[in-house]
């Protein structure tokens, strides 16, 4: 069966049990624990032969004996007993839940659907895709949030396409969501080099790595890098919050799309019995500046994890590039200390996650210096004049493609400027360091083209497009607004 056939099977049913209130995001959930358990069982047998890290009597024969209420409670102890076990176990079945209402629907799922198929022997890229499928569309479903966890494919493909991973690299993701970036790396490495087995191991087993500190969504990513046939026993993922300490550990590439929202905050009980809300400030003696902008600490921690002249591409919201006080030092520092070479300027209606305005940052970190390392800044701008939704005109990797060529990852130091007095509208000009730093507060919130649409009305979007822009305009203000409110320590910020 191809990808797109088997996530039409597994999601047709999913409209079935939403009838008993079971969400997208429940039911990825649910279908990764029970394929868990069916392809732990196929590798018993052979060409496999492997032992089972499922205890017998919690197993797949075990859930297929059962019906009815039988079945229900049998699963119940299932995910119980396995999410109390450490190692992947407890990676894949930590605080799982049972969440079916009805017996026979999980009865339907586990014999009809999951185990007429041999998930084991099935091509890596058609399961693994298959995978993805779902996570995408459990992503579509903006009321979960699920969306915050996903980035748009095309968007990973080229930042991994501009990068060039190789096998020599380590590629980290301290904020890996389902895990597209990895599993980009890992697609691009194996399709461009011819890679002998000591190599292949690498890549499958030692040359990948991620963190994530939701529990739910570090669950789909394990599922999503085991079917891809990555990591082994051992997964390269870690559960909990990156930017808590410096992990030691350094990366030639990291890949990267943060979280986007509000800055930290934690819940404090006082002897009175009131809730008191005191900001999170990251204070590390590797960072630049403390700060409660999770944005800007997660620029901070990048730089740690980079290796000697390894390289970073990260996903970062407006506010990294123009914010003051701490912003700014971490800008200046920045380009200082490391070679701030590319800014890829997004559109609006990529992101799941709504009201976002987005940018990548393209920087190499480089050895202690008295001189900046930045010399040039170069801005390729996909936004002014751009238009994307994600349903009717979504993103595709071919509106990507003149950023990947100008961008020249064969010899980015060879580029050239689409922009001049006689071509204005070129999308693609460098700045230099002293042109930058000059700048109000080192601000990276570069512009240079004419909106289209306010010097001709002739050339005006569809009304559908300028709605879509205003909302998404009012709702990047209403978060920089929270972001001021949490600062002033506004109470009940979220009903504003």
């Given at each position: 069966?191809?990808?797109?056939?088997?996530?039409?099977?597994?999601?047709?049913?999913?409209?079935?049990?939403?009838?008993?209130?079971?969400?997208?995001?429940?039911?990825?959930?649910?279908?990764?624990?029970?394929?868990?358990?069916?392809?732990?069982?196929?590798?018993?047998?052979?060409?496999?032969?492997?032992?089972?890290?499922?205890?017998?009597?919690?197993?797949?024969?075990?859930?297929?004996?059962k019906d009815g209420d039988e079945l229900f409670d049998h699963y119940r102890h299932i995910l119980e007993?396995?999410?109390?076990?450490?190692?992947?176990?407890?990676?894949?079945?930590?605080?799982?839940?049972?969440?079916?209402?009805?017996?026979?629907?999980?009865?339907?799922?586990?014999?009809?659907?999951?185990?007429?198929?041999?998930?084991?022997?099935?091509?890596?890229?058609?399961?693994?895709?298959?995978?993805?499928?779902?996570?995408?569309?459990?992503?579509?479903?903006?009321?979960?949030?699920?969306?915050?966890?996903?980035?748009?494919?095309?968007?990973?493909?080229?930042?991994?396409?501009?990068?060039?991973?190789?096998?020599?690299?380590?590629?980290?993701?301290?904020?890996?969501?389902?895990?597209?970036?990895?599993?980009?790396?890992?697609?691009?490495?194996?399709?461009?080099?011819?890679?002998?087995?000591?190599?292949?191991?690498?890549?499958?087993?030692?040359?990948?790595?991620?963190?994530?500190?939701?529990?739910?969504?570090?669950?789909?990513?394990?599922?999503?890098?085991?079917?891809?046939?990555?990591?082994?026993?051992?997964?390269?993922?870690?559960?909990?919050?990156?930017?808590?300490?410096?992990?030691?550990?350094?990366?030639?590439?990291?890949?990267?799309?943060?979280?986007?929202?509000?800055?930290?905050?934690?819940?404090?009980?006082?002897?009175?019995?009131?809730?008191?809300?005191?900001?999170?400030?990251?204070?590390?003696?590797?960072?630049?500046?403390?700060?409660?902008?999770?944005?800007?600490?997660?620029?901070?921690?990048?730089?740690?994890?980079?290796?000697?002249?390894?390289?970073?591409?990260?996903?970062?919201?407006?506010?990294?590039?123009?914010?003051?006080?701490?912003?700014?030092?971490?800008?200046?520092?920045?380009?200082?200390?490391?070679?701030?070479?590319?800014?890829?300027?997004?559109?609006?209606?990529?992101?799941?996650?709504?009201?976002?305005?987005?940018?990548?940052?393209?920087?190499?970190?480089?050895?202690?210096?008295?001189?900046?390392?930045?010399?040039?800044?170069?801005?390729?701008?996909?936004?002014?004049?751009?238009?994307?939704?994600?349903?009717?005109?979504?993103?595709?990797?071919?509106?990507?493609?003149?950023?990947?060529?100008?961008?020249?990852?064969?010899?980015?130091?060879?580029?050239?400027?689409?922009?001049?007095?006689?071509?204005?509208?070129?999308?693609?000009?460098?700045?230099?360091?002293?042109?930058?730093?000059?700048?109000?507060?080192?601000?990276?919130?570069?512009?240079?083209?004419?909106?289209?649409?306010?010097?001709?009305?002739?050339?005006?979007?569809?009304?559908?497009?300028?709605?879509?822009?205003?909302?998404?305009?009012?709702?990047?203000?209403?978060?920089?607004?929270?972001?001021?409110?949490?600062?002033?320590?506004?109470?009940?910020?979220?009903?504003?």
């Open positions: 069966m191809t990808p797109t056939a088997i996530v039409q099977k597994l999601w047709n049913y999913c409209n079935v049990l939403r009838d008993d209130g079971m969400s997208y995001g429940d039911y990825v959930e649910q279908l990764t624990f029970l394929l868990f358990l069916k392809m732990a069982d196929e590798r018993t047998k052979k060409p496999f032969d492997q032992k089972s890290p499922v205890p017998q009597g919690y197993d797949w024969p075990s859930l297929l004996k007993k396995l999410g109390q076990e450490k190692g992947l176990l407890g990676l894949i079945f930590g605080r799982a839940q049972n969440k079916f209402q009805d017996p026979a629907k999980l009865r339907r799922l586990i014999v009809d659907l999951i185990n007429k198929e041999n998930w084991s022997v099935m091509n890596a890229d058609v399961k693994g895709d298959a995978y993805e499928g779902l996570l995408e569309k459990n992503a579509q479903d903006t009321k979960s949030g699920a969306g915050q966890y996903f980035t748009p494919r095309p968007l990973i493909q080229a930042m991994v396409d501009v990068t060039a991973p190789g096998p020599e690299d380590t590629v980290c993701d301290p904020a890996c969501g389902t895990g597209g970036f990895l599993l980009a790396a890992h697609d691009y490495i194996s399709k461009h080099h011819r890679l002998d087995r000591d190599q292949k191991k690498n890549l499958n087993e030692k040359a990948l790595r991620g963190w994530e500190l939701v529990h739910a969504t570090a669950r789909l990513c394990a599922m999503n890098l085991m079917l891809h046939g990555i990591g082994g026993d051992r997964l390269p993922l870690t559960v909990g919050d990156s930017l808590a300490a410096d992990p030691g550990e350094r990366f030639s590439l990291v890949l990267t799309n943060p979280p986007f929202g509000k800055k930290s905050f934690t819940t404090i009980i006082g002897e009175d019995g009131k809730a008191y809300t005191e900001k999170e400030t990251i204070e590390r003696e590797d960072f630049w500046a403390t700060t409660s902008n999770k944005q800007l600490n997660f620029v901070q921690h990048i730089k740690t994890l980079l290796k000697q002249h390894g390289r970073a591409a990260l996903v970062v919201p407006d506010n990294v590039l123009f914010e003051g006080g701490a912003g700014e030092t971490i800008r200046r520092k920045l380009l200082h200390d490391c070679d701030v070479h590319t800014l890829l300027r997004l559109p609006t209606g990529l992101f799941y996650a709504q009201g976002v305005k987005a940018n990548v940052l393209f920087f190499d970190k480089k050895p202690a210096s008295e001189t900046p390392w930045t010399k040039k800044l170069w801005i390729y701008d996909l936004r002014t004049n751009m238009h994307f939704t994600l349903k009717t005109n979504s993103l595709q990797r071919k509106d990507l493609d003149e950023f990947v060529t100008l961008y020249n990852p064969a010899n980015r130091h060879e580029r050239t400027s689409t922009w001049s007095g006689e071509n204005p509208a070129g999308r693609w000009r460098a700045y230099t360091y002293e042109e930058i730093v000059s700048r109000d507060k080192a601000s990276l919130d570069i512009f240079w083209l004419k909106d289209e649409s306010l010097e001709n009305s002739d050339n005006l979007p569809e009304p559908g497009v300028i709605c879509r822009d205003i909302i998404a305009d009012l709702e990047s203000a209403l978060e920089q607004l929270r972001l001021i409110a949490e600062d002033v320590r506004v109470e009940d910020f979220d009903e504003i």
